[in-house]
């Protein structure tokens, strides 16, 4: 069992910054791809990043390509998702996701087997 606690939303400007960070309990932390997804208001949950298990390994949907970066610490069993150049379309609640699965990159919500309650991101333009 792996419960994930996201953390690091608020209100910001647009061109501005956040990191988001999600802590991941239990001890199979290196062993699972973690993920970013959002879902803004009206509209269906999608796929942002994912971070392979050991690190060398990162995907991005290419509508935060280049200016958003995911990022694990094995040690403190937490991933980031460091956000730039933010736009008011990025406003959303953000999701920390956890896969169990063998494989490499998984993009869609079904591959995920754990969720965090989610943090709310909101970009003023």
């Known amino acids: 069992q792996v419960q994930l606690v996201e953390s690091g939303g608020g209100l910001v400007q647009a061109g501005g910054s956040l990191r988001l960070s999600c802590a991941a309990s239990?001890?199979?932390?290196?062993?699972?791809?973690m993920g970013w997804f959002r879902q803004a208001p009206g509209k269906e949950r999608e796929f942002i990043a994912a971070?392979?298990?050991?690190?060398?390994?990162?995907d991005y949907a290419d509508s935060v390509k280049g200016r958003f970066a995911i990022s694990r610490d094995i040690v403190r069993t937490t991933v980031y998702l460091q956000m730039s150049s933010l736009k008011a379309q990025d406003t959303a609640v953000y999701y920390c996701?956890?896969?169990?699965?063998?494989?490499?990159?998984?993009?869609?919500?079904?591959?995920?087997?754990?969720w965090g309650q989610g943090t709310q991101v909101t970009v003023s333009s």
């Open positions: 996701a956890a896969s169990s699965r063998t494989g490499w990159p998984f993009r869609f919500i079904v591959d995920y087997d754990y």
């Open positions: 971070i392979s298990r050991s690190g060398s390994g990162t």
């Open positions: 239990g001890r199979t932390f290196s062993s699972n791809v």
